[in-house]
Each structure stands twice: as structure tokens, then as C-alpha cells.
């Protein structure tokens, strides 16, 4: 199938491709071609028009709990630890009633999938069930998808607290459920929730290469709190390093206050970071230097961060990266500002490269992508392709994605 | 009129009025009475009753560049000074041609109105003809608003440069156009924009109390310009004092870097403040501590400052300030942060006082409200009326603001 429209994609993080009414060759759920011209190319294929329509890669999530959706944009007046106790645990554990959970989950990937993100890595609670759901959930929307059954074996609340031995032994079970695109991760909540025991024992399981996410450095109390549970771990990567989990298929979540050695150390294991700006701003964590970690060449996509953060949308969250890294510059005029192309790379190809290869039009990649209609304004005043784009991530909604592709199927449309 | 609803509006910064199933009584535009019951006090009163939507106060909206609007999300990688020569004057240029105008006069007042704004302070550009059109399209739509004719008779591009005579005739010529609820207001830009002369002349209108609107102390390489410009002043305020344009009918747009001082100066004028976090942080300009001005009790409200602001929603500039105070608090944690009531208060009566009796539902207040469609997650999760309104403020979109009503009279619905 050739799709037709004006077709904008990232080929490296400073670099925007376009072709204006050019060609997308999509076979077998991935991209043969981008181009102009292809219909005399490929003669036989269906064309389909989109005419003036931006056509773009759909957008990757790293970190979305997707047990915390129900708290969507409430109680934001609070900061991490007692927004813990007073929002996230007590919503997390009615997820042992497999129902509410549906509810949920069915809310919550709706919105995804509305908000242009087609790949995403879900956090879930700790309970089995639930867990399961969320995967059968995401295979039945079409999405490609990570989802973790949470491990905490301290610190939680009554409801949520596990035994150390069931919640390695549930982690086990649930390893091989799932198909190539919907897959389970290793999820220890973060250090505060996991005793060593529980996080040496799911290292193991990362020793083969399973995909692991947990927290890592979102606010100075947290910070403290690991250091006094773990006085002689060198720092709090440290830890996380001690019990084998940090990898290439691990996701760090946030990352706000890594030492320059613990950031050299995540260079080096190949891990990714998963950079949440709306929800460090909501919870006063603090002010991520994302424009460090892109510089290192470190892996770095974004998470929403559902609930902290009060949007499903992956085009919001970059605005808020951005204006952070302009935080950044203002605090330290030495400092660079994440450029309007690094922050579209981040949103489609820096985190879409966990999933494989994914986030942009080169030849072999999933076919994921957005027909997006532009502004009414461009009538009015003329602005070019690039321009149409950065007026749909700082200023559009999601009802201008008109239709969201996933492996080249059609997930949704309005 | 009766209106029914779950009615949610703030008496003071600190304190929100919930009337679950409440009625607002509206008689000749204004706000009779808030309450319970009130279809047994007012039996011959038609209701019309909107359920389990919300009622909440329409927005004010106190620095918006109409002129602007064409360049909506766009180049937003610039910081002030280039960005002004790179987009904004070159777009501003424009409005010598009346039919570009009015058509992207007509798709900004749609897009505030979609937002649930009612009241709006405008710039509009140098050209007489313009600001007038601006002023009936005000009055056509049914808003209440003030238009701002700009002044700049020095260091504007080569389209933009007035002569000062000139400046002060067109000024004068619009002094009493318009009527009750659309009025022109006094615009000049800032001070490099203007000359002495210029600023005193426009400064002689505003001692009869004429409204007065301008810019402060937005950018550090602006402040450091205007001391080069007028190295005798105090500071950058002193200039605009000089020039009598400071009082109690003034609008000072950013005050991101103003001095104690200075605050103090402006607190004794009874001049007003419009916060715009979400240009500030767009232009890398700085980190105004809004806080402050509350605590000092200096009158303050919102704009969203579009063009250099991506979105003519109050909603959104909330949320930006609310980060924005958190951001101080990271950087210094004996600040406080602005909390959801106080960004609410500010979005509706802070600046609606600008207006007169306008902003929340207190007896006398004019009837500016709009019709809020609940998430349907509420219907999942329970949450109480100030959580609904938290989640329309925070995740929520113009689609769920059903119908808009501005001194009684329905604007616009879905």
C-alpha cells in the first residue's frame, strides 16, 4: 500500500526529512520505501491520499502507570512521597478487581492510542491478573507494548505489600505470556519498595536479556531515603547495579539528579532513560538536564508518567521537555536548549528504538504512523511542512490525528 | 434564567464555593444570586438544567497579541529579541492589509472563545484601520475586551516605524470608539519601542484614567537595552512613571525580573500584573515568581501572551504557572508554590476585576460562566466536583467546555 501526503520524519536527532505530497511503500507492516514518485515505481499498489495531511511517525511512551490513570490530573498540589500515600497506593490497589481494572485499562489505552502513541511501556500494579489483562488489552487494541507486574516487598501500603518469594514467583509466571509485540518487563517499583533478596532474584531473570524498568533519582527525599536504606551502596545506581538490573533492556525512569558517574556508568550499560518533564514539574522533583544525557549520547525517549504526569500525550510532554532544558538554560547561559528536532527524534525514534526498529520511515522499520490534518490557520497564512509540524506538537489536539497506524494496521479512527 | 449544575467558583484566592446541584440565578446579564433551591425562591424562573456538568466562572485572558495568532507554534527555538525580528514584526507588518486581518482576527477570537475566555485585554498592531475592525469583530463575537492600537515610533522594523505625531493622532482618533464592554486601551509596545516624547504624550491620556497596557521587564537582554536607552532612570519601571503611563488602570505584561522596588511601586499604583509562564518559558526569558506578587498582594492575573504563548487557553497557562512556582520552590525551598485555587482565582477574578465586577458568582458579578462536560472517567473512578474541575483544568480539553455564556448571553456551542 502507498500512502500520499506531506510526509516529515526525523533521520537523525538534528536532522528533519520531508517530502511534500511524497510516498510511503508500507508492506508486511513496515516501510519498503519513502519518497517521491513512488506510484510509477510501484505501479500496482493502492494509492491512498491524504492529500495535505502530515503523515508522521506515531509517537513511543517509556513510562505510563497505567494502574494510575483513574488519578489523571487530581491531586497535583502534593509532591512524590505523600502523593504516594495519598493517591498513588490507594488507587493501585483496587486493581485486585479484575473489573475495575478493565474500566480502567480500556479508559487509559483509548487515550494512548487518541494521543498518537502507538508503542508504549506500561507499569502495572502488583497484582497477577491485572497484569495479564493489561497485556491481552494491548494485543487486542493493537498496540506494541511492554507491561510490568510491579514488584514491592517494603515500604508499601498494607494493600499493596508482597510477600518476597510470591512476587518473584508471579514475576516468573507471567515471563512468557504475550507474542513478539506484546511482551512482559521486570518492574521492581524502585529501591525504597524492594528489599536486595526480591531485586538480586530479579536480576537474575535480566541476566537473559529480559527487559527490566523501575525508578531511578526522581526527587532529593527519595534520594536520602536510598542512601539510608543502603549505607554502603556507592550510590543509587549502585544498588540497582548490585542486584544485576541495570542493562541494555533496562529503562531507568527519570534520572533527574544522576551523579556524572552514575550517568558515564548508564552510558555504558546501554540503558535507556525514560525523561517524564511534566511530571517532574508536577511533583517539584526537579529540573531534568535531558540535554546532558542526549550530549553523552546516552539512550533517551520520553514517558508521560501517567499519573504524575496529566497527559497521556507524548506532543505535550515534548513541549514540557523543551521549556525544562529552556529552565536549564536560563538557570546556566552555558547551557543548551533541547532543540525542537531532538525533542521530535526523543518522542518517535529515541524511545522507539527499545521496541526494535521503530520511530521513523527507513527502510525495514514498523510501519507506526500519523495522518494528522493541519491547522485550518495554515489556510491563512502559509508555513512550511516543518512549520505545520511544530504547530501541531506546541498548539494542536488530538483531534487533529485523523488516523493511527500501527505495524501498518489502522488502530483508530475519528 | 436558572441554571443548574454542580457549581464550582472561588470567593477568595485560597477558597473554593462548591453547590452540587446548585442553581446560579442570572437576571440582565448579571449574577442575581448562587445557591441551593432556588427554583423554590424563584418559581416563575425557567431552568435549564445541565446535570452533572460543571459551572465554573469564564477565563480572563489579560495579554493576548492578536496580530500574532498567524504565527500560533511556530519558531519557538528563538528567544525574544531575534524572535521579534525573525517572526513578529515581520507577521505584524501584514495588518496594513485589512483582509488578512479580519481573517486572523476571526480565527483567534474563535479559537479564545473555543478556550472559555470572555474577557481579553488585545494587542492589535500600529494600523488604525486594523485595531478598528479588531474592536467591531470584539463586539460582533460578544466578548468583553479591551484593543490596543501599538505604539512604536523607534526601533521597530521598516514597516512598523511610526512617526510620534502620527502615533498620537491615531491613538487619540480610537480613544472613544467602541462601547460599554469593548473599549481601546493605551499600547505602547515597550520602552525601546517608544521615544520620550511619545511615551509622556500617551502618558497625558492615562491620567484621566484611560486604561494603559505595556510590557516589563520580560527578558534580561531587554532590560539591559532599556538602561542603555534611558541610562538617568531608576530602573526600567522609573521610565514608564516618568512618562505618567503607571496607575491603577495599567497592565504590565511579564514583570518576570522586577526589583523589590520595583514591586513595591507597582503594588502602590494598583497597577495590574499579567502572568504569562507559558511565554516564558517559550522565549527562555526567565522565571517569574508569581508567588511573590500574590503574597504582596499586587492585583494579578493570566495571559497567555500568544504568539510567544502556543495557546489562547487559560486552562493551560494555569497549569504553566503552577510548574513555573514549583520550579522556584526547586530552586528554593522556603518558596511556596502557587496552589489550585490561587491559579484558579487568578484565571477568572484575578484579572476579571480588570473588568469590573467580573470573575467568580458573587451577587452583582456579571453572568460570564461556562457549561464544563465531566470526563467520562468520572464515571469509573469518583471524584468530587473540586477533583473535576482540577481534571478539566489539568487534563481536560476545549471539546469538554460545551457551552460559553459572556453577561448572560450564549457565545458559542458544540
Redesign the interface.
Known sequence: MLYKGNIIHTIDKDTFEVFEKGYLMVQDGTIKEVGYDLHNKYPNEIVKDFEDHLIIPSFTDLHFHAVQ?????????EELLDWLDMYTFK?EEKFSDLA?AK??FD?AITHVIQSGTTRIVFFSSIHEAAAKLLVELCQGYGLTAFVGKVNMDRNASEGLQENTQQSIDITKRLLDIGDEFVKTIVTPRFVPSCTEDLMASLGELAKDDYPVQTHISENENEIEWVKSLHPDAQDYLDVYEQAGLIGKRTILAHCVFCTPDEKERIKRSGAYVAHCPTAN??L????MDAKDYINRGIPIGFGTDVGAG??PSIRQVM?HA??MS??N???DHHKE?I??SEAFYMATKGGGTYFGNCGNFEEGASADFLIIQP???AK??N?TVE?QL??????????MIRYIYNRGNLLNSY
Do not use: C, H, P, W
Request: hydrophobic share 40%.
Open positions: 490513570y483513574g488519578n489523571l490530573g487530581i491531586g497535583l498540589d488507587e475495575y474500566r480502567i479508559a514539574f508536577n517539584t522533583s526537579g529540573i496529566q497527559t513541549v523543551i521549556q529552556k529552565v538554560r536560563m538557570l536548549v532543540s525542537f491547522d485550518k490557520l491563512v497564512r508555513i512549520e511544530q504547530r501541531f506538537i506546541y498548539s494542536g489536539n488530538n483531534n
